[in-house]
């Protein structure tokens, strides 16, 4: 038997609980795939004394950093404990001491992608950060691997299971907002301060990591256009469904020749659409390829054990590399410098719902404001609201640049039949690519 | 700029012309991956002299094998021509001469494929054959290494496109098998010999390679269970669907314990599965994996781009190895002897649909062989047929073993009330697995 592998793995909450489980439960099927055996040999934890379920050998644990990243016979640094600053700092360390990463930090990769990256590749170093992305989903190596000889141009991703829960629940429920989100909480799907997931910021975060590697071009995560669910009402779920369409929030990252636009927004596609059929907290991923078409990676987007899959695989991968000689060759640089899309080249169709005086005149005044910004109508919908002299009107345009919507949204705020504008979607998933 | 790796490409019909084309359209961003350009140097064709639409240079052709596999200037040989024993005698004497394997064969690997990786291991060579699995779904390299980590319990997958599209076009369009398949024909989408794929052969190699790779155990194409769809009935359809399901062609591998089964089968899945909604030529397939849980890969399993997209990305990859000079690693020898259930380990329910007089103790009589078998149900539907004096029945029943089932149909058959079995099939997706 060749001699083992060692691992410094900081955090043993839920994730790192699931890390040690699967090293043990599958440590046959792991050395025979690696040819030598992973040993944990040191774990972080805030806390030595904290009673814990797992059964982890209490020697392993240790409070003090120094004993993983400053130990020469620590090979391989599994982070999963969260944090950004404080965090970096010990994996930046840990590459200068030549230990590998494995992260499932989202946050921090998002921030300090790109110098860690870089760090490694100075120090000949792996990083790997699967489980940074859609959970379970092998959907990093599917970009880097199993798509490399293709030029992606589109991605549109489910990749925040708690947001896409709560989209379930409410419409096959019929249920409000915020009533979804309270059950949600109550049973754990969603944090005490749900922020970062209702607003879109976690699946951000995801948007900026695939279009680094799909577009090969490095990007910030300031420069993701972001809008939220929060707050959003069951009407716009119904009406769309009417419609023929699914409210789905999808981060988009998209080429066109040398720019690319991002973008985390809730978003209407057709009921026909494989992401349309996505439940509760799975995931998806939708890559559109020059080459390959349409291919569509599907999964648990978190949870204990899918994300400890993924955090293994990649340790497992790491380690292969270790034995071959061949660590810090992975990641590439990106080709391209980073160029976005300005607002008049990002076009889609989308969905507007807008609540107006009902009488005569009012449709004409409404529908001239897109007339007048070259914008066509695809689909309309106008219902009386019955209680007082309003209706509410449902359109769907062709394909349209943000700025003329953004235009178009001003002109309506003005506009005196208009009481109020209710909402507006981007709408994906209709046209060729 | 580094040396080019030379590349010898067996075959330059529609796969074929379209690696050169992704070859040459996606040089750029392929020479920043692997970090060298990649060149064909030789191309083997049948008649050098034929008119060709591609622009490909004439002085690369040649009909001669041995310009390709006695080259030592040649590092890989790409291999896209099809055939099974005469192909394998090429590539065996091309391993013997040191060099790396890509195929998009999936007949020849499912025949010749355990002798292939090993004599490749005994060369230090690396074989790759992503192409000849669900075209550009990277399934392959999924199970391989971004699943690595875990232990896949059950792979369920449309894996043929051909009858993928007949069963769609049936069901959406209300029409006759013989008439989809006669008009897939004509578009181009089954072989004037349709057998291979709708009599499930086709699908079995798949299902051969992938239970290969995910039961770490070899096995044989005839280990596998195989019913294709030719002559299904659209009445099959419709009661399927008027019970909830949808009926696809299945390529099944499960391991249960330290046993495995192997089937390809039309088999009904709840509407809600996401197997159900892949349409028209699509492949999907779908594992269970012991810790990640569910995850699905979607996309095209044929045409030019999308295999060759596989194909070239499996090229970047033995590339890269021989780059940091570590190939002839990546494939790892079965860790388990082939180890299959009997029919009495195989359970599932299952979908009959019988006709049988129209007459008092008809139902009694067949449920009791039901029941007298151990075998409960969980739907039925009896229609009276109207024109003479019988009705249609529909049963669905709970967990059975095949050996259950094989036992009921025979009695069914002598059962003097029953004018004739019409159909029975597997339903899965609604356990927990």
Redesign the interface.
């Known amino acids: 038997m060749q001699e083992a592998i060692n691992v410094g793995l900081c955090g043993l909450g839920t994730v790192g609980s699931?890390v040690v489980?699967?090293l043990e439960?599958?440590k046959r099927?792991?050395v025979?795939?690696v040819g030598c055996p992973i040993e944990v040999k040191k774990i972080l934890v805030n806390d030595v004394n904290k009673k814990r379920d797992e059964a982890v050998d209490s020697a392993l644990l240790t409070s003090n950093v120094e004993e993983l990243v400053e130990d020469p016979e620590i090979d391989v640094i599994v982070e999963v404990m969260g944090g950004i600053d404080g965090t970096y700092k010990v994996l930046e360390k840990a590459l200068q001491n030549k230990k590998h990463i494995v992260t499932a930090n989202k946050d921090m990769m998002a921030v300090y992608g790109a110098p860690l990256l870089q760090l490694a590749n100075e120090n000949q170093c792996d990083v790997r950060y699967?489980a940074s992305v859609a959970g379970?989903?092998?959907i990093i190596?599917?970009l880097t691997?199993?798509?490399?000889?293709?030029?992606i141009n589109k991605i549109m991703g489910i990749v925040n299971g708690t947001t896409n829960y709560i989209l379930t629940k409410m419409m096959d429920e019929g249920r409000t907002f915020e009533d979804v989100l309270e059950e949600a909480q109550r049973l754990g799907y969603a944090e005490a301060d749900p922020s970062s997931d209702i607003d879109g910021i976690d699946a951000a975060r995801k948007v900026s990591l695939l279009s680094t590697l799909a577009f090969?071009m490095p990007v910030d995560l300031s420069d993701v256009d972001v809008r939220g669910i929060r707050g959003m009402s069951y009407d716009d779920l119904a009406y769309a469904e009417q419609l023929g369409y699914t409210i789905k929030l999808l981060g988009i990252a998209a080429r066109g020749e040398d720019k690319i636009e991002m973008s985390v927004q809730p978003t209407l596609v057709p009921h026909?659409h494989?992401l349309a059929?996505i439940?509760d907290e799975y995931n998806a991923v939708y890559v559109y390829?020059?080459?390959?078409?349409?291919?569509?990676?599907?999964?648990?987007g978190a949870?204990q054990?899918?994300t400890?899959?993924?955090?293994?695989?990649d340790?497992?991968?790491v380690v292969?590399n270790i034995r071959?000689?061949?660590t810090g060759?992975s990641s590439?640089n990106p080709?391209y410098q980073k160029n976005l899309k300005e607002l008049d080249e990002v076009f889609s169709k989308f969905f507007f719902r807008l609540e107006a005086e009902d009488e005569a005149g009012t449709f004409l005044a409404i529908t001239s404001e897109f007339a007048a910004h070259d914008v066509s109508l695809d689909k309309i919908i106008q219902m009386p609201k019955g209680n007082d002299k309003t209706a509410e009107i449902v359109l769907v345009t062709h394909q349209a640049s943000r700025a003329q919507i953004d235009d178009i949204l001003k002109k309506l705020e003005s506009l005196s039949v208009i009481r109020g504008i209710h909402s507006y979607y981007r709408v994906e998933g209709e046209e060729e690519q």
Do not use: C
Request: charge should be negative; hydrophobic fraction near 35%; aromatic fraction near 4%.
């Open positions: 699931g489980k699967i439960n599958h099927d792991i025979h795939q699967e379970g989903i092998p190596r599917s691997d199993g798509l490399a000889s293709d030029r090969s026909s494989p059929s439940k390829g020059d080459a390959v078409g349409e291919t569509m990676f599907y999964g648990p949870g054990l899918p400890a899959t993924a955090v293994v695989s340790l497992m991968d292969k071959l000689g061949v060759r590439v080709q």
